[in-house]
C-alpha cells in the first residue's frame, strides 16, 4: 500500500511541475513579450507586426500585380519618408530577413502606389481577380483632358484612380498618364452620384484632391518590410514634389471658342515665330532648371496660353516671371552662355529688377521679376525709350503646373486675376 502511494505522489508531483512549467511559458510569451516587444525583435524567429491589416493588404497587393504584370510603384509619402530616413537599412536588407514591420505597418488609413498606365498591357480581368483574392475595388474614371481640343474624341474616359480595400486598410492606386511634355500626369478624383461616400474615408486621400502633374522618377527595387517594390530613385524629390504638383489644364473649348470668332493667324510669319518662340522658350526653360530657378508664363506668353491654348503671333516676345527671392547672380552669365546675350537690363534686384535677352530671329525673352508685399505682389517695368520706370500690382497668387506647346511649365493658379491684373477686364483685343 504505501509502495502505491508513493507512485502516486510522485505522479502528482511531475503533473503539477508540468502545469507549472507551462503556466511560466504562457504567462512569458502573452505578458513579458507584450512589455518587452523591443527585446523580443532581435531574437531569432520573433516578426513583429507582420499581422496588422496594413502589412496583409500591402501583401495581398504586391502578389496581385506581380502575377499580373501591373507596372506599380510606391507612391506614399509617408512611407517614401520613412524609407528615406532609413535608405542604408533598406539598401542592406534581402527578402525575408526581416524581424519586425517598419515601413508598412505604420499606422494609416491608405497606402498609395501609382500605376504607369502607358505600360500596362493587361488592364482586362484585373477587378475580378482581385476581387477574387479579397478586395472590394472602386474604379474612377473621367474624361481624357489630353483630348479636349478634338472634337470627335473629347467625350472618351480613361481611369484615374483604383481604391482597392481589404479589411480596414485600402490601397490606393492612382494612375499616372504619360503626356507629350515627358512628364507624368493624374487626375481629379470627383466622385459620381453612385458612388458609396463611405467605401473609405476619402478626405484623407493624398492624391486627386487635384489633377498632378511629377517629373518621371527613375524607378529602384528595394525590399520594404520583406516585400519587393519598386519606388523613386530619389525617394524625397518626389515626396517634395507632391505639395507642388496641382495641374490646371488649358482651356482647349475657350480657345476653340476664340478662334471662331477671331481667326488664327497661320502666315508664313505666324508659323515660323511660333516655332522660334517655342524653342526659345525650351532654351530658357532648360538654362533656369540646370540653375534651379522656378519661373513661370507671364504677361503676353501667360495670356496666349489662357486665351488662346498657343503663343500669341504678333507678340514677338516670350514672357516670363520668377520671384525675387529665386534670383541667382549667375543668371545672366548662363543665358549668355546659352547664346543669349543680355539685351536690355532694368532696375536692381532690391528693386523693379528687368532682364531682357536677344533670342534668335529677332525674338526677345523677357523676365520680370516679382516682389512680395503683405497683401499683394508687384513687378517694375521701365521704358526703354525714356527710362521711365512704371509700378505693376498683382493680387498674390500661387503656382500651378500646365502643358503649353509640349512643355510642362509652371503658370498662376488664379489665372484670371492674374491676367486681369495685366490686362484688365477684357482680354481678347490684346
Known sequence: MSRINKNVVLALLTLTSSAFLLFQLYYYKHYLSTKNGAGLSKSKGSRIGFDSTQWRAVK???MLTSSQNVPVFLIDPLVLELIN???????????????????FCAPRD????????????????????AENMGFQCLKIESKD??????????????PLHYICKLATHAIHLVVFHERSGNYLWHGHLRLKEHIDRKFVPFRKLQFGRYPGAFDRPELQQVTVDGLEVLIPKDPMHFVEE?????????RYKEARAFFQQYLDDNTVEAVAFRKSAKELLQLAAKTLNKLGVPFWLSSGTC???YRQCNIIPYSKDVDLGIFIQDYKSDIILAFQDAGLPLKHKFGKVEDSLELSFQGKDDVKLDIFFFYEETDHMWNGGTQAKTGKKFKYLFPKFT????????????????????????YGKNQQGA
Not at 530616413?85 to 530577413?97: A, D, R
Open 303 to 305: 495670356l496666349g496660353w
Open 85 to 103: 530616413k532609413n535608405f542604408e537599412q533598406v539598401k542592406n536588407t534581402s527578402q525575408g530577413s526581416i524581424s519586425q514591420c517598419t515601413f
Open 399 to 422: 503656382l500651378c503646373w500646365t502643358e503649353f506647346v509640349d512643355m510642362k511649365v509652371h503658370v498662376p493658379c488664379e489665372t484670371l486675376e492674374y491676367i486681369e491684373a495685366n
Open 110 to 129: 491608405f497606402t498609395a502606389f501609382a500605376l504607369q498606365y502607358h505600360l500596362w498591357k493587361n488592364e482586362e480581368g484585373w477587378f475580378r481577380i
Open 145 to 158: 483632358p489630353r483630348l479636349d481640343g478634338i472634337d470627335s474624341l473629347s467625350g472618351t474616359e480613361i
Open 242 to 250: 507632391v505639395p507642388h504638383s496641382r495641374f490646371i489644364e488649358c
Open 60 to 62: 495581398k497587393f504586391i
